[in-house]
């Protein structure tokens, strides 16, 4: 071992777990030193500091990718409703379009639905009466330009924009 003295080859004790570890087990540094602590501790103590900093008190956090407040929510990760997005919500769910709520509230439609079934919101009669007309019209002109004249009748269902059936009527 006497010609293998340089600093890669020693051992070194780690000050935070206290095993006497290779030199390759410090992560180098930019000032051509060695960290004090070794590679599995450093790495312990970056993961905890993450998740001390990254979540907030109230289990939400800020989501990189998503730009936006999310929840955790078992093994997922759940948009987070703030007071005034359900009150956006409670106040004109029934007669507004789920496109444009989810534009105003910046989720997706399918998170508009979603949170109203949850909430127990509905759709006001006469909105969705007053909508399928409107939507009658578009989607008989649509279906016209697509060669299939009376395509659509009265009393079609719809989720979103798009047909999905007939109303039952009783
Ligand atoms: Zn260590």
């Known amino acids: ?8 080859k020693r051992k070194r004790v780690c000050p935070h777990c206290g095993r006497k570890l290779w030199m390759r087990e410090f992560y180098p540094l930019k000032n051509g030193g060695r ?16 998740r001390k900093h990254r979540k907030v008190a109230d289990g939400t ?3 990189r990718t998503l730009g936006r407040l999310v929840e955790h929510k078992g093994y997922s ?16 769910y029934h007669n507004t379009l ?13 998170s508009v639905t979603r949170k109203a079934r ?3 919101l509905e759709k006001d009669k006469g909105f969705v009466a007053s909508l399928s007309r409107e939507h009658l ?3 008989n002109a649509r279906s016209k330009e697509l060669g299939y004249p009376g395509g659509f009748t009265k009393g079609m269902k719809f989720r979103g924009n798009q047909y999905t059936g007939r109303i039952r009527v009783e």
């Open 1 to 8: 071992m006497s010609e293998n003295n340089n600093k890669q």
């Open 35 to 50: 960290s004090s602590w070794c590679h599995e501790c450093v790495l312990a103590y970056k993961r905890e500091q993450y």
């Open 61 to 63: 956090f800020m989501h």
């Open 77 to 92: 990760t759940r948009i987070f409703w703030n007071g005034n997005m359900l009150s956006i919500m409670r106040r004109h």
């Open 98 to 110: 789920n496109r444009e709520l989810a534009e105003m509230l910046g989720v997706s439609e399918r």
């Open 118 to 120: 949850e909430m127990g």
């Open 137 to 139: 019209l578009l989607a």
